[in-house]
């Protein structure tokens, strides 16, 4: 199938100081030197400008500090930087939070996509949509849970459980709206689970790496069988990349790198791997595993079916489970004053510092 390759002037990035979104903005940043890349991030607890301090004197990258239900704040950015494309990362991300707080998840997730569709609509609408693209980022986890059999493919029935994928489900369908409704071109990626470096050590993998680095246990919810899809964040990258040039727009992509593993599996392989690491006898980190109660809701398998994004776009995932496994535990080990100033919290003075905020 021939895809036509958009370019783009000026990349709007949300949610760029994020895990998923610093690798985005990086990529983007370093491959397009010919395009803007605006980074719009309110810095919720989740956002670090420390993961792009690389690249955060490039000529094409423009840091805007500003939430995404902001009205009045996202329509001066748009009118300032006149975006062509929105890659759409911002969110409220971790199932456990939703379920401590899921209004906040409902504000960020659901009503902050629909002001920046209505932004994006309000700005492109004069021109016309030609050559324009909304893109939104989303997660596999829309789609419910899956038994012992099966994938998600796109076709696969919206059926959230948490209310962060409700959050991103209502989010999924408000784009897909605009898209039937106005015309808006749009295009959404279902991904699987990520993991990587500059994860906030609040999600499985890097909160089971900095656990074991201090030799505290190690939380398995339930008895550890829950099944999840792992990919390599790089590939995903590489995946957003391909979908914002070339995408169909209206379309739908899942992105997952059939690396389906139990928790505890992925636990037990971090302790190896962590053990080999330190010259520990094989065994000494498996000691640390607790097994705690289950997360109320718990989704027991997601397992994508990524061959639309493969044979539409010439998709495929570079980074095979062990190499990424072993990546990972290097960068954590590597950057262990990352892990202490996002533990500690000492990573908020560096906006600070760096945009001289008195
Ligand atoms: P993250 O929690 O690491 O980062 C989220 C970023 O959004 C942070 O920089 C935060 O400051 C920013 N943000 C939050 N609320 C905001 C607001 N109101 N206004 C502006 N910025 C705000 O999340 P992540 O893991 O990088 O996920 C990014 C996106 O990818 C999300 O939309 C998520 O649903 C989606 N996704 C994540 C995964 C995964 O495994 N992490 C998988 C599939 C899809
Ligand atoms: P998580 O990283 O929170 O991602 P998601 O819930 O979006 O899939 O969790 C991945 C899996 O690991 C999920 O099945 C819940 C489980 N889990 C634990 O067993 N212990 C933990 O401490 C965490 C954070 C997650």
């Not at 097994?291 to 095979?320: C, M």
Request: charged fraction near 20%; glycine fraction near 8%.
């Amino acid at each position: 199938m021939s895809m036509e390759l958009r370019k783009y002037k000026t990349i709007l990035v949300t949610g760029g100081a994020g895990f998923i979104g610093n690798h985005v903005v990086r990529h983007m940043v370093k491959k397009y030197p010919q395009t803007k890349v605006v980074n719009l991030d309110k810095l919720t607890y989740a956002g670090n400008l420390e993961n792009l301090r690389d690249i955060e004197n490039a000529e094409n990258y423009v840091f805007e500090k500003v939430c995404i239900t902001d009205v009045k704040e996202t329509a001066r950015v748009f009118q300032t930087h006149k975006p062509d494309v929105v890659i759409h990362l911002a969110a409220e991300s971790h199932v456990d939070r939703s379920i401590v707080s899921p209004l906040e998840f409902v504000e960020t997730n659901t009503v902050g996509t629909a002001n920046l569709l209505n932004q994006a609509k309000n700005l492109w609408i004069a021109e016309g949509f030609a050559g324009k693209l909304f893109y939104q980022v989303s997660t596999d986890e829309v789609y419910g849970s899956l038994g012992p059999s099966g994938y998600f493919n796109e076709e696969t029935k919206y059926d959230p459980r948490s209310p962060y994928s409700a959050s991103k489900a209502a989010a999924d369908h408000l784009v897909m709206a605009y898209y039937h409704t106005f015309g808006l071109p749009v295009v959404i990626t279902n991904c699987s689970n990520n993991y990587g470096p500059y994860q906030f050590p609040e999600k499985l993998i890097p909160l089971i790496i900095n656990n074991i680095r201090h030799g505290r246990p190690l939380p398995v919810y339930g008895d550890g069988s829950n099944v999840r899809d792992w990919l390599y964040v790089t590939d995903h990258v590489t995946a957003i990349d391909l979908a914002a040039h070339q995408g169909r727009i209206g379309e739908t992509y899942n992105v997952g790198g059939h690396n389906e593993h139990r928790n505890l599996t992925i636990v037990q392989t971090l302790c190896d791997l962590v053990d080999g690491k330190l010259g520990n006898t094989q065994g000494t980190s498996r000691n640390l595993i607790t097994f705690v109660r289950d997360r109320p809701g718990h989704d027991q398998r997601y397992a994508i079916d990524a061959d639309k994004i493969k044979s539409e776009l010439g998709w495929t995932p570079a980074i095979n489970l062990k190499e990424g496994l072993s990546l990972t535990v290097d960068w954590y080990f590597d950057n262990d004053r990352w892990l202490e100033n996002v533990t500690s919290g000492a990573y908020k003075e560096y906006y600070e510092k760096m945009y001289k905020v008195t």
